[in-house]
């Protein structure tokens, strides 16, 4: 089963993609953390989308579409959940025919609804853990007292995304509702959508999703 977590920065979808890796071993397969990584790298490639993703701007469809093909050739298990991408219509194309390619499909696309003050609120209050990449957030989930990280142990290393600050944060809403907002009303059409209510508690978020996926 592939499934697609659509939804703007901020809405949750990396932290409810973690729980269906662990609850159901499907492949979480990120393009920011692609990126992210490609940029700790020191490749061409990660010099290349540094300051582009810094920025708050989307890399080229080229580059990501080209990170999606590698994965989807190399790993398997029990289905993908493709977070952050397709982000346009013209990686949706390319996702699709990627799929079609190594002979699978689409299971389900779930729309994570979130209204744009709370994403600003999350977003900036966001840290995550060097360790294990468990995601902490100022108002609703402290980083524990003694400073050691609830999912792995790690001491005092919790970071800071680069583009999580406030002039970042705007333009990335602004390429979500120019580029990869169309793709809501795209897979409404083709009769993929389910929405779930992303300002729900993150339990809540995971039963509701779990519904649809049966
Ligand atoms: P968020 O959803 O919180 O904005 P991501 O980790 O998914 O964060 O993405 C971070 C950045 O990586 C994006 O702002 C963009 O620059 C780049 N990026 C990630 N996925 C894509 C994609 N599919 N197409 C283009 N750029 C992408």
Do not use: W
Request: charged share 25%; glycine share 12%; net charge negative.
């Amino acid at each position: 089963m592939n499934i697609i977590l659509l939804g703007p920065p901020g809405a949750g979808k990396g932290t409810q993609a973690r729980h269906l890796v662990e609850t159901r071993g499907m492949v979480q397969l990120s393009t920011g953390d692609m990126l992210r990584e490609a940029k700790t790298s020191g490749t061409e490639m990660g010099q290349k989308v540094a300051a582009i993703m810094d920025a708050g701007k989307l890399v080229t469809d080229e580059i990501v579409i080209g990170l999606i093909e590698e994965k989807l050739t190399s790993e398997t298990g029990a289905g993908f959940i493709f977070d952050g991408f397709p982000r346009t219509l013209a990686q949706a194309d390319a996702l699709a025919a990627l799929l079609a390619k190594v002979g699978q499909s689409l299971h389900t696309v779930i729309e994570m609804r979130v209204d744009d003050e709370a994403l600003v609120k999350r977003i900036t209050a966001r840290s995550t853990c060097g360790g294990c990449g468990e995601v902490y957030n100022d108002i609703t989930k402290p980083i524990p007292a003694d400073g050691k990280c609830t999912n792995c142990g790690k001491e005092n290393d919790f970071r800071r995304r680069a583009d999580d600050n406030e002039d970042s944060l705007r333009t990335r809403l602004m390429e979500y509702y120019k580029k990869t907002s169309p793709l809501i009303g795209y897979y409404y059409a083709k009769g993929d959508l389910r929405p779930v209510n992303g300002l729900a508690g993150i339990e809540e978020v995971t039963a509701s999703i779990e519904a649809i996926l049966g």
